[in-house]
């Protein structure tokens, strides 16, 4: 077993959470997870077409959990954005992340003038939720139907155990994604963007319990050793 104390910090927030559920989850709904996970690392150098360093993003507009709307035209008008892909709201690991990045990554961004955009694929209002119960001061979208994060690669189908799983609690892929009856998701994914929507930094977790570090964010942007404003 990996010590925390070896771990980024955020990995670190993981390992916990995953001690938590090796204590009190039944083997067999731990194995679920696990073993979805596990496949999705395995395959993940498989895939061609994941977005990397140098792609072009399509253009997008997506609608936002305050009732507004944000284009990547605009978030890339003064200097580069920062767009941080999850899964839906009442995903655990995801309400580890968000505040990480509200409290580690977003300061330094807002600081140099950067925009952060947070994307999942749940529809708004449920989607709402995480954006309220953490205060997140960065705008939170919605990718119903998953038409950008198809476009990017990104998306992960749930394998079956996972998807008996999700059906035996009642769940319903119209909630997650705002598709019926496909049960697919985007993987975890960091993107740094720049002017002419080329990307900078791209950063895609397979398996949803590792995902970016801020400092590796910082590193790219230059602001691991101190703001410098992008901004005109």
């Not at 580890?96 to 925009?115: C, E, Q």
């Not at 892929?173 to 963007?193: C, F, H």
């Not at 900078?200 to 404003?229: H, I, N």
Request: glycine content about 6%; charged content about 20%; aromatic content about 6%.
């Amino acid at each position: 077993m990996t010590s925390s104390a070896s771990l980024g910090p955020l990995r670190a927030k993981f390992r916990a959470l995953e001690e938590e559920r090796e204590r009190t989850w039944s083997p067999d709904a731990l194995a679920v997870n696990v073993n979805q996970r596990a496949l999705l690392v395995r395959e993940h150098g498989q895939i061609q077409g994941v977005v990397q360093k140098g792609d072009v993003l399509p253009e997008f507009t997506l609608p936002t959990v305050d009732g507004a709307t944000v284009s990547l035209i605009d978030l890339v008008a003064k200097g580069p954005a920062v767009l941080v892909f999850f899964r839906f709201a009442t995903c655990p690991a995801c309400n580890i992340a968000l505040p990480y990045y509200r409290d580690t990554l977003w300061p330094k961004l807002k600081a140099a003038g950067i925009s952060l955009l947070a994307i999942s694929p749940q529809p708004v209002p449920a989607l709402s939720e995480i954006a309220t119960r953490h205060t997140l001061p960065f705008p939170v979208a919605s990718d119903v139907g998953l038409e950008l994060s198809r476009a990017l690669g990104i998306t992960y189908k749930f394998d079956e155990a996972s998807y008996q799983a999700a059906v035996s609690k009642g769940g319903r892929s119209i909630d997650l994604n705002g598709l019926d009856d496909v049960w697919e998701l985007p993987k975890p994914a960091v993107l740094v963007v720049g002017p002419e929507r080329v990307v900078q930094f791209a950063d895609v977790s397979p398996d949803w319990m590792d995902r970016t570090e801020s400092d590796k964010v910082l590193k790219a942007l230059a602001l691991d050793a101190g703001e410098a404003s992008h901004a005109a």
